[in-house]
Antibody, heavy 116, light 111 residues
C-alpha cells in the first residue's frame, strides 16, 4: 500500500534552516510528481512546492520562493524540502503528497515551529 | 484570500443531505474537469474524497458525490452521519504556474 512518511520538523529560530524528508513506498516513486503542502495552525491548506517525476519541473509558492528548495532522489524514493531563512509565518504542519490529477495520497505531516 | 471560494461553514442533521460549493473562474474550475475534494478531521491529514469532478476513489462511501456547473463545483453528502463532521477543501487545476489551487475550506457540523 502507498505510504508517505515525513520527518525533519521541529522548533527553529527565525532565520534558521530545516530540511524535511518524505519517504515513499508502495508505488513507483519515479513515475509521479510530488508536492509539499502546508497548513498553518487553524488555517487552510497552502501549496508550497511541487516537483515533476524527473525533477525537471519545479514550482514554488511566492511566499517561499528564494528560501525553500524542493528536491527528490528517485533511487532512494525520497522527497525533500530545504527550508532556509525561516520566518514565524512558516509555522505549519507540512505534508508531502503524491500528485497526479489530484493529491491522492498524503503523509501524516510534520510540524515546523518557527519561534525565538 | 484563497483562489477558490467556499462557504466557511455548513451544517445538517443526521440523515439529511448537504452541499458545499466551490467557486472559481474559467481559468480553473470552469476550464478543466480536474476538481477534487478533500476531507480533513482534526489533527489528521486530508483524505481524497472526489477527483476529476465526480469520481470517487475506492473505499469512499457513495454518499459522497461531486458535480460542476460553469465555474462552480459542488460536493454533496447524503445521509449525513456524525463521522462526516470535518473540514472539506476543494482544489482545482489552474492554467497558471501554480498548477492547482485550494479553496479556503468549509467546516461541516453534524447537528
Amino acid at each position: 500500500q502507498v505510504q508517505l512518511v515525513e520527518s525533519g520538523g521541529g522548533l527553529v529560530k527565525p532565520g534558521g534552516s530545516l530540511r524535511l524528508s518524505c519517504a515513499a513506498s508502495g508505488f513507483t516513486f519515479s513515475d509521479y510528481y510530488m508536492s509539499w503542502i502546508r497548513q498553518a495552525p487553524g488555517k487552510g491548506l497552502e501549496w508550497v512546492s511541487y516537483i515533476s517525476s524527473s525533477g525537471s519541473t519545479i514550482y514554488y509558492a511566492d511566499s517561499v520562493k528564494g528560501r525553500f528548495t524542493i528536491s527528490r532522489d528517485n533511487a532512494k524514493n525520497s522527497l525533500y524540502l530545504q527550508m532556509n531563512s525561516l520566518r514565524a509565518e512558516d509555522t505549519a504542519v507540512y505534508y508531502c503528497a503524491r500528485l497526479s490529477s489530484n493529491l491522492d495520497y498524503w503523509g501524516q505531516g510534520t510540524l515546523v515551529t518557527v519561534s525565538s | 484570500q484563497s483562489a477558490l471560494t467556499q462557504p466557511a461553514s455548513v451544517s445538517g442533521s443526521p440523515g439529511q443531505s448537504i452541499t458545499i460549493s466551490c467557486t472559481g473562474t474559467s481559468s480553473d474550475v470552469g476550464g478543466y474537469n480536474y476538481v477534487s475534494w478533500y476531507q480533513q478531521h482534526p489533527g489528521k491529514a486530508p483524505k481524497l474524497m472526489i477527483y476529476e469532478v465526480s469520481n470517487r476513489p475506492s473505499g469512499v462511501s457513495n454518499r459522497f458525490s461531486g458535480s460542476k456547473s460553469g465555474n462552480t463545483a459542488s460536493l454533496t453528502i447524503s445521509g449525513l452521519q456524525a463521522e462526516d463532521e470535518a473540514d472539506y477543501y476543494c482544489s482545482s487545476y489552474t492554467s497558471s504556474s501554480t498548477l492547482a489551487v485550494f479553496g479556503g475550506g468549509t467546516k461541516l457540523t453534524v447537528l
